[in-house]
């Protein structure tokens, strides 16, 4: 039975939401608070996290960010906030869906069950193009030896793209396959993609891994000779 954590002080939004994951076979834990969620993460981990933005005692983003300096659960962040910037830094700080609201119970069920779903997916064996390794299974990669550390959307990202290295995957395809839902827009594909290349430690110009194929899309396929130093 799935776990998810639901931390949101408005107390009708979260009975609603505790009210229907319950009924829909979820193990549910409420939290009112930023620190009791926290403790929470903390005690027990969830297999997701639905975090509300607006709480009374921590701002959302340092409640994001302390839960991702420990863990790598599944994050669904509820804004108000509608603004892109606003996303963007949530999604830069480690979320991996997002809401905004208002929102209905439905749909949270919704973007949870597609985030596990995707969870559950993945090749069974680790994989290796050049000096990038990656374990589907420990969810870890790490580029010549040393631990990526991707949010968990830039692993899925990596994942489908070294499944299939050497090949051409259109923007398209990334939204379709590894998006969590059609609602992406393609600028969040690039900014994803942008990020993973950052973490990778290159740039579109000088790119060593992820090759950008001007009109059509990305391929990642291993560099022709080592870096020197
Ligand atoms: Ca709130």
């Excluded at 950052?198 to 396929?221: D, F, M, N, W």
Aim: aromatic share 4%; hydrophobic share 45%.
């Amino acid at each position: 039975m799935p776990n998810v954590l639901v931390i949101e002080d408005d107390v009708d939004v979260r009975d609603a939401i505790g009210r229907l994951l319950t009924a829909t076979g979820h193990e549910v834990r409420l939290c009112a608070t930023a620190l009791d969620g926290l403790r929470e993460v903390a005690a027990r981990p969830p297999d997701i996290v639905v975090l509300d933005l607006g709480l009374p005692d921590l701002d959302g983003a340092a409640v994001l960010s302390r839960i991702r300096a420990t863990s790598h659960v599944p994050i669904v962040v509820a804004t108000a906030r509608e603004a892109e910037s606003e996303m963007i830094r949530l999604l830069r700080a480690g979320a991996d869906d997002y809401v905004v609201k208002p929102y209905s119970a439905e749909q949270i069920e919704a973007r949870i069950a597609a985030m596990l779903r995707r969870g559950r997916g993945g090749a069974p064996a680790g994989l290796t193009v050049g000096g990038l390794t990656l374990d589907p299974m420990a969810r870890t990669a790490s580029l010549d030896g040393t631990p990526l550390q991707l949010s968990r959307l830039e692993f899925d990202l990596l994942a489908y793209l070294m499944e299939r290295a050497g090949k051409v995957v259109t923007r398209r395809q990334l939204l379709t396959d590894v998006w969590p839902t059609e609602s992406r827009s393609m600028e969040t594909v690039d900014v994803h993609v942008t990020w993973l290349r950052r973490k990778l430690g290159e740039r579109a110009a000088q790119p060593r891994y992820l090759h950008t194929v001007r009109g059509v899309g990305i391929r990642l396929s291993a560099p022709e000779q080592p870096l020197n130093g």
